[in-house]
């Protein structure tokens, strides 16, 4: 199957400072990545979608000066955590799909932990 | 009313045992459908897609798509305790974008 690489997979973080994450599709072009989050024993929250050459579309609830999302191109998109506080400290999780009609390749995850 | 909802459990069944997992979906145009699994501190798996109505079958998973009822099932047969985990049903949504919305995940216990 289709890979996705996700990078960290684990980082620590002082209150305040700025974290980034990327996620790669390995073997297909994707011009939609998306972005989850997840706290412990709770679902997967959709934050953004990532979109190739545009802005990224964020859900109701999340703030995108926060989460700064870039999708420079059809393979890599990163989402930087800005000043990063501990209510911050979760599983991020990126996918993407070559087409709206496959499944979609997630990453292998990325626990931060600001402290 | 959630996009995609599923009962959040824990199921718990014997091993040997069929286990059922069931999801309900509020776009009513959506095409996709797929089944996770998920282990704790681990990215979602995929174990199922399913696109037409009907049952389709891999090995010990059967998905079950019922598009006029807004319904997606996934049975398990012969569980094992390796398949207990968390199971997230996804559903990709065709009004306001591409997207994939996940349901809360319903956890499975196979009890050896």
């Known amino acids: 199957g289709a890979v996705v690489s996700q990078h960290p997979s684990w980082v620590i973080c002082k209150s305040g400072t700025s974290v980034k994450i990327e996620c790669r599709s390995l073997?297909?072009?994707?011009?939609?990545m998306f972005w989850y989050r997840q706290f412990p024993k709770q679902s997967l929250m959709l934050m953004a979608t990532?979109?190739?050459?545009?802005?990224?579309?964020?859900e109701q609830g999340v703030e995108k000066d926060k989460f700064l999302i870039n999708h420079a191109s059809l393979t890599l998109s990163t989402l930087t955590v800005t000043s990063a506080h501990p209510e911050d400290s979760s599983f991020y999780i990126c996918?993407?799909?070559?087409?709206?009609?496959?499944?979609?390749?997630f990453g292998q995850g990325t626990r931060l932990t600001v402290v | 009313q959630k996009e995609v909802e599923q009962n959040s459990g824990p199921l718990s069944v014997p091993e040997g045992a069929i286990a059922s997992l069931n999801c309900t979906y509020s776009?009513?145009?959506?095409?996709?459908f797929f089944w996770y699994r998920q282990y704790s501190g681990k990215s979602p798996e995929l174990i199922m897609s399913?696109?037409?109505?009907g049952d389709k079958e891999d090995g010990r998973f059967t998905a079950q798509l019922n598009k006029a009822s807004q319904y997606v099932s996934l049975l398990i047969r012969d569980s094992q305790p390796s398949d207990s985990a968390t199971y997230l049903c996804?559903?990709?949504?065709?009004?306001?974008?591409?997207?994939?919305?996940f349901g809360a995940g319903t956890r499975l216990f196979v009890k050896a």
């Open positions: 996918s993407a799909a070559p087409d709206r009609n496959t499944e979609a390749f």
């Open positions: 073997d297909f072009q994707a011009t939609t």
């Open positions: 990532s979109n190739e050459g545009s802005k990224a579309t964020y």
């Open positions: 776009d009513r145009g959506s095409q996709s």
């Open positions: 399913i696109y037409s109505n």
């Open positions: 996804a559903v990709n949504g065709n009004t306001g974008g591409f997207k994939t919305i």
